[in-house]
């Protein structure tokens, strides 16, 4: 039995090229099931390295099943299936895909606000904490940011509860996952608004219940139990009107039922100070509070949180046993010592302002570059601009034809089926499989995002799109 240190490996852990040789050879037959391995010793000695290495990588190769440790005998292979030669196969010509120079697609924020260096503060005050670092963390969520939370969320969004309401997962997919171990006793029917959210109407799919559409604007008679909505809706440009407010928290109080507020952008209003929830308008009745701090800070920060309304929690304490944490514990207490020392508030502060004059510069571009071949639909909140296209083309045409530019932008179109879901993120799939629809206008619309793009890109690219779409 010939065992070598590979070269090609050389930067790696000598202990980690050891296992890898000695799993290739096993692989390969050369090493047989149930030969014996060469001692620590031995080892040691034959490739001029220290005993702790070699043991480090038998215990290695011990613990993922290829060698078996007998005791006073020493080490042997295991019955390792030897792996089939490995087919050499020609690639598929890659399709030719056009970079995308001017970015106006929603999964982008402008990174360039981002106070990278008080993050980094509080990231480090964080890991001194020797209690984060040892444990898995509070499976409902650190007790500091759901303490700092409560008195955020109240101050900036006029939500009204306690900490013990609050739950904080990774992202509003692995809350949801709680929440329908909450509604397990109800019955299993829930209506999103139209447009809504497509990974939520999956995740409720997937679990058997039926979801329907509705208008949050003109509520019909018969709803389910649960309504899904996003009051800032980003996708539609603009806000939930007042009377679409009251209209809900009537419903939710006549009725018994829940609202599910997914305050998705809500902090973004431009020229309005921003609109408190239907939480805090429903006194913390009735309405279920989701916020997140992807848009706000970095999508990469997985931090979102649930208010339950007092009356779920005891449904809640049933199953929290049932979930683990998904969030950092790390970074929870650095988000609770962002939020607490006010950077939060100071960086939205700053955002907003920013984002209102990237707002101001595309809406100008576009009626300086474009005239009266489109119309603004919406603009007010939420970090997208939405605007018909006077053509006899498409939405969905409209995006492709801008992408073959290098433009990304989101269409708005109608789907077979009358569905309506959220536009996708990932270019440049995005356009085949639009997911914001708007069934009740042959005029296609298109939403342009001004969160990622830089200003002075806005004119050049608008312009670009003219030429390409001929207007």
Sequence with gaps: MLINLPQADGTAPLYLRLIKQIKQQIHSGKIAAGEKMPSLRRLAKDLGVSRTTAEAAYNQLVAEGYLLAEPKRGYFAAGIAARPAEQKTTPEKAKSITPVRYDFGNNYIDSTLFPAAIWKRCLGHALENAQLLAGYGDPQGEPYLRSTLARYSHEARDVICTPEQIVIGAGIQSLLEILLAIFAEADHAVALEEPGFTKAEQIFKTAGWQVSRFDSENLRPKLPQLLYVSPSNPYKGRSLSPQGRLNLLQWARQTGGYILEDDYNGEFRYFTHPIASLQGMSGGQNVIYCGSFSRILLPSLRISYLVLPQSLLPAYSRVKHLYNQTSSSIEQFALAEFIASGNLRRHIKKMRRRYAVKNTLLRSALAKIFGNK??????????????????????????????????????????????????????????????????????????????????????????????????
Excluded: C
């Excluded at 053509?391 to 990304?408: E, M, S, V």
């Excluded at 001004?450 to 806005?458: P, V």
């Design 374 to 471: 489109i119309s603004i639909m919406a603009y007010e909140s939420g970090l997208h601009i939405r605007l018909a296209v006077h053509t006899g083309g498409t939405a969905q045409n409209l995006a492709k034809q801008a992408l073959a530019a290098g433009i990304h932008i989101l269409p708005v179109a109608a789907s077979a089926s009358g569905t309506i879901s959220k536009p996708q993120t990932n270019y440049p799939n995005s356009i085949s499989n639009s997911a914001y629809a708007d069934a009740n206008t042959a005029t296609p619309e298109i939403l342009l995002s001004f969160a990622g793009i830089a200003e002075n890109d806005i004119e050049p690219a608008l312009k670009k799109l003219q030429e390409v779409w001929e207007l």
